[in-house]
């Protein structure tokens, strides 16, 4: 089965320091993973997705992540944080098509200090 | 980019009533839609898929009579949960791929029901 762990529930980082966000994934198959955020009372928007090629992907918003197999990690980074960037980020695996279900992580949410 | 509205954005309705959400995808067509719950600070729960022309195929554990899904046509697939109650009361969110595309989903805005 599929699973997706992201191990901070809550991080606080202040404006303009870098930002790392964990996320490990279990899966059968060649795992597709992706990042979402997700602002209060909204819907999710995506960030970036990983499915081949260049193990660094980057994304909107200044954001990138690293799949690491040997790891079994997508860890989302960001080199200095915005205030606006303050909301809920979501780590998840699937398959490849758009048929396929994901998995989402239980979240970490991001509080920016100012 | 591709787009997906969902309608109603909130809605409030009563004890034993039923309330339909809407999920259109605007500029593309989407054989497949999903439908999450979501629980206050927590994750994204997969209710069903919604497969276009077809019956939806519901998550263990989930009332396929009270969460009717229907697909009707390539952009709209539309929940109705039925005799609501209080315990429905949640965020719901619905999500489509791109016909032939890669994977990635796009989100729908969400809607907040709230069963009184």
């Known amino acids: 089965a599929q699973s997706v762990t992201q191990p901070d529930i809550h991080i606080t980082v202040s404006e303009g320091a870098s930002l790392e966000l964990r996320c490990n994934y279990s899966?059968?198959?060649?795992?597709?993973l992706f990042w979402y955020v997700q602002s209060p009372g909204q819907g999710l928007q995506l960030l970036l997705k990983?499915?081949?090629?260049?193990?660094l992907v980057q994304g909107i918003k200044g954001f990138e992540a690293e799949f690491k197999r040997s790891q079994s990690s997508f860890n989302l980074r960001k080199p200095s944080v915005h205030w606006s960037d303050a909301a809920e980020y979501f780590c998840a695996v699937g398959a490849r098509g758009t048929a396929s279900k994901l998995t989402f992580g239980t979240g970490t949410r991001l509080q920016v200090t100012l | 980019g591709a787009v997906v509205s969902q309608h109603p954005s909130r809605v409030i309705c009563k004890s034993g009533t039923s309330v339909k959400i809407e999920c259109r995808s605007l500029d593309f067509q989407a054989t497949t839609m999903f439908w999450y719950r979501q629980f206050p600070k927590q994750s994204l729960m997969l209710m069903a898929t919604?497969?276009?022309?077809?019956?939806?195929?519901?998550e263990q554990g989930v009332e396929k009579d009270k969460f009717l899904i229907n697909h009707a046509s390539l952009t709209l697939s539309t929940l109705t949960v039925t005799s609501a109650h209080p315990e429905d009361s949640s965020f719901y969110i619905c999500?489509?791929?791109?016909?032939?595309?890669?994977?990635?989903?796009?989100f729908g805005s969400g809607t907040r029901l709230t069963v009184v």
């Open positions: 999500s489509a791929g791109e016909r032939g595309g890669m994977g990635g989903y796009t």
């Open positions: 919604s497969n276009e022309g077809s019956k939806a195929t519901y």
């Open positions: 990983y499915f081949s090629g260049d193990t």
């Open positions: 899966y059968g198959a060649t795992p597709y």
